[in-house]
């Protein structure tokens, strides 16, 4: 009768493993800094095409969504950098960077 209650807790120590993993394991971390990565670049692909193709104040908007895409990403160099970018387009059409 004393394997009765081990089983139990090892059962029970098995499933909050698993439901800790499924609910923000290391794979679940690294698929979002994946994502994140990706909008970023997406917002970076969309920066460039403003510049070829868009007006002054496209760029300012463009160059803030790529800033915020490196902020949530976590990605404080890269952000710091697209702050600056953001800066000089926005103020290029009289808009302060936020």
């Not at 394997?3 to 679940?28: D, E, K, M, N, Q």
């Not at 970023?40 to 790529?66: F, M, T, W």
């Not at 600056?84 to 387009?89: L, R, S, V």
């Amino acid at each position: 009768m004393t394997s009765c209650p081990s089983f139990a807790v090892s059962a029970i120590v098995t499933l909050g493993l698993l439901g800790a993993a499924a609910c923000g394991g290391p794979s679940r971390q690294t698929t979002s800094t994946v994502d994140n990565t990706k909008v970023a670049s997406d917002a970076i692909e969309q920066y460039n095409s403003a510049k070829r193709d868009g007006r002054p104040i496209d760029l300012c908007v463009h160059a803030r969504v790529v800033a915020s895409a490196y902020l949530q990403a976590k990605d404080e160099e890269r952000y710091k950098i697209w702050k600056e970018t953001e800066a000089t387009d926005c103020g290029a059409v009289g808009m302060r960077p936020q």
